[in-house]
């Protein structure tokens, strides 16, 4: 009730129209009588008002005051209305504060200028009334619509650079899911935005446990979160099973499986995997839905390596065709894969590079050019961009001699926790499962509990590895490995190879594992049997090994050249299905320098 | 010199209907004003500063206009005229001409307001 006597002036004054809501206005002018008029007038609109006398004045009450709307005389003493629109424009920053000129001035000119200094528009004497009400409402209109935009770009610019930061965040997550990728190794070159996971873009690297080089390169359907959150399960999978030793078939097999199951429908990954084996000299290729691919021979010559399967997450795991390309290819080769963002770039007329731009370039090569160099400058001029678009990932990849990548090989000590050191175990794989099984990456898992011996991962899966190929390809399938030293060959070797893995009955591979501690590391003795034939295993290596190879060829008898190489003993027991061998390993820091084998058996020269 | 009305009394009706009880106020603020810029006329002009004769008609003018004094505010804008164009020389009988509709205008105004 007292409240109801105390009406406010402003409402008892409010006689304006509904649309102005009250303002606070800002009257400066020197001539008394014209102020008090313009006072009453604002008033009596509903509007609260503030007066000045000068210019000066007029300054310091809108910082005080911080006015909606201002009305300015423009010849006023001490600082005239010109100076005084420009300071108050300037203190405003990008609140729009509509500034009235209030002015007698007759002369064009002279009323041009009042709104040069910042004025908004302005009001002529005799002020009348109806007019001064519609430009407040006018202003107050502007001001508000200004206000919401202002409002809206603020909170547009909030929201992005939280996305931003987030992404930041993001990034640093997935780049320690992806750590331990080796896409910095000297023969792999590549382009990617550093952002490229949210483009849909991923690209992996790893070295392989026996010496060799896995890629992956990813294009997701779509962008931002909903691409980068497909990315984290592939790279989890890929740099997982890359060093526990599996296959890039059974890598993509999985991360197939995986995406089938969390990508909704109609999101999917196109990609590709590189899996280099530089000691046999061989290449192993997919591609599913990404441009062609190329094999860049060291001579110039260059062949595609095209898309023949669906992309990843599309099919079921039992319709999921993971059979790879292979390719025998030697130091010097090039192999080059690309997003579609490549192929799609632009040039200024809106023309599309394409995958015939691709192709020439190539054709054009000359070596010694790299085609990383090649594709990256041509499209750049084909862009007029200096900096390659964002959305583009390019990767090359160098076969070298497999001594340079081993000479990086052993990774930094792990500290030794407590593990099993003593022990022994048997692993028989058996009739049908010689074909559906690669047993390595689990005998690979059981050597690498051992404390320690994870340093030596490469090594061990290389003699794992080199016994389990020569007990499966020249023992129970029977395959003459000399073969593989012609391109011909080389493609009827992998052929009959599947073809005989159909017909595994009553064969059997047989490891048998144990290992003890020693005073330095330990010693790992492993006995691998199968139920083939047999044959001279030394003889049938020396025979090979007296021949004069062309490089980038390697075969069984080099890799039981190998075997002599790392390990302390190597015995072939009855007609050569038998091999046995002893291998010992140090723990400390020391024995890093030191050849990697003693071997007790004699020791052939190589190269 | 002019054929405006010497005070225009629509206007006074609108602005007495504004002012409310302020509107004797504004007579008496505008007249005592008016006197201090009438004096700043002769000052201007005995110094021979035509720039601030010609700023102080200006300013004169405006509040005539708002006041509903046309005719003095027609006299002002001369005197602003010619003050621009320094011009002083025939400033003087402008401003004795000022003086006369001045006091005409401030009769007219106090019957204005006895008059409602």
């Not at chain 1, 996305?163 to 320690?176: C, G, I, S, T, Y």
Request: charged share 25%; proline share 5%.
């Amino acid at each position: 009730m007292s409240g109801a006597s105390s009406l406010s002036p402003i409402l008892s004054n409010s006689s304006a129209s509904a649309e102005a809501d009250a303002l606070k206005v800002l009257i400066a002018e020197d001539s008394d009588s014209d102020r008090l008029i313009l006072s009453a007038l604002v008033r009596r609109l509903g509007h609260q008002v503030v007066e000045a006398r000068d210019g000066v004045e007029a300054v310091a009450l809108f910082c005080d005051q911080q006015p909606d709307i201002v009305l300015l005389d423009a010849l006023m003493p001490r600082m005239d209305g010109m100076e005084a629109a420009r300071q108050i424009k300037a203190l405003a920053g990008e609140r729009l504060v509509p500034l009235i000129f209030l002015s007698s001035l007759s002369d064009a000119s002279e009323l041009a200028r009042c709104l040069e200094a910042g004025g908004d528009d302005f009001l002529v004497k005799p002020y009348n009334r109806v007019i001064l009400e519609a430009k407040i409402n006018a202003f107050n209109r502007m001001r508000k619509m200004h206000q919401v935009l202002s409002d809206q770009r603020d909170q547009i610019r909030r929201q992005h650079e939280q996305l931003v930061e987030e992404q930041m965040v993001a990034r640093r997550v997935f780049d320690n899911v992806a750590h331990t990728g080796c896409l910095n190794a000297p023969h792999i070159r590549y382009h990617a935005s550093p952002l490229s996971v949210f483009n849909g873009d991923v690209l992996f690297a790893a070295e392989r446990p026996g010496g060799g080089t896995l890629i992956f390169l990813g294009d997701f359907t779509g962008h931002g979160l909903p691409a980068a959150i497909g990315a984290m399960p592939v790279a989890e999978i890929f740099y997982g099973m890359a060093t526990k030793g599996f296959g890039a078939a059974d890598i993509l097999s999985e991360i197939n499986r995986k995406l089938k199951k969390i990508l909704p429908v109609g999101m999917f990954c196109c990609g590709a995997m590189l899996d280099a084996d530089f000691k046999l000299g061989q290449l192993r290729a997919w591609n599913g839905g990404l441009p062609d691919g190329w094999l860049v021979r060291a001579n110039g010559k260059h062949l595609t390596i095209p898309s023949r399967h669906l992309p990843l997450g599309v099919q079921a795991p039992d319709q999921f065709q993971a059979s790879m390309t292979v390719l025998p290819v030697q130091p010097g080769d090039q192999v080059v894969i690309m997003t579609d963002g490549f192929s799609e770039s632009r040039n200024v007329r809106g023309e599309q590079f394409g995958e015939a731009g691709v192709h020439r370039v190539l054709a054009d090569l000359e070596p010694p050019k790299e085609p990383f160099d090649a594709l990256m400058e041509h499209i750049r001029m084909f862009t007029g961009k200096p900096d390659a678009a964002d959305d583009l990932t390019l990767c090359a990849l160098e076969i070298i001699h497999h001594e340079q990548l081993q000479a990086r090989n052993d990774r930094a000590p792990e500290s030794a926790l407590s593990g099993p050191v003593d022990w022994h175990c048997v692993y028989e794989v058996r009739e049908r499962t010689l074909a559906d099984f690669n047993p390595l990456p689990l005998l690979l898992h059981i050597c690498m509990e051992v404390p320690g011996l994870r340093r030596k991962s490469g090594e061990v899966y290389t003699l794992l590895s080199e016994l389990y190929n020569n007990a499966l390809e020249h023992g129970v399938l029977e395959l003459p490995s000399d073969w593989k030293t012609s391109p011909d060959g080389f493609g009827h070797y992998y052929k009959e190879r599947r073809r005989r893995l159909a017909h595994t009955n009553g064969h059997y591979i047989r490891f048998a594992l144990s290992h003890q501690p020693t005073d330095t590391g330990g010693r790992l003795h492993v006995v691998c049997e199968d139920s083939g034939q047999g044959f001279d295993f030394e003889s049938y290596s020396e025979k090979v090994l007296d021949q004069r190879l062309p490089p980038g060829t390697r075969y069984a008898g080099r890799g039981l050249e190998l075997l002599r190489r790392m390990t302390r003993q190597l015995r072939v027991h009855g007609r050569g299905n038998h091999v046995e061998i002893v291998y010992d390993w140090e723990s400390t820091a020391l024995a890093d320098n030191a050849p990697s084998g003693h071997n007790d058996t004699q020791r052939i020269a190589d190269d | 010199m002019t054929d405006k009305p010497h005070l225009d009394e629509e206007a006074l009706a609108e602005l007495q209907d504004v002012m409310e009880d302020e509107f004797e106020v504004l007579i008496q603020t505008y007249l005592a004003d008016s006197r201090t810029r009438l004096d700043s006329l002769r000052q201007n002009l005995e110094a021979g500063d035509a720039d601030a004769f010609a700023k102080t008609a200006h300013s004169f003018k405006g509040s005539c206009i708002n006041i509903g004094a046309p005719c003095l505010g027609a006299l002002c804008m001369e005197a602003e005229q010619a003050g621009k164009a320094g011009n002083l020389d025939e400033a003087e009988p402008i401003v004795e001409a000022i003086e006369v509709e001045f006091s005409e205008v401030t009769t007219r105004l106090k019957s204005f307001g006895e008059s409602t």
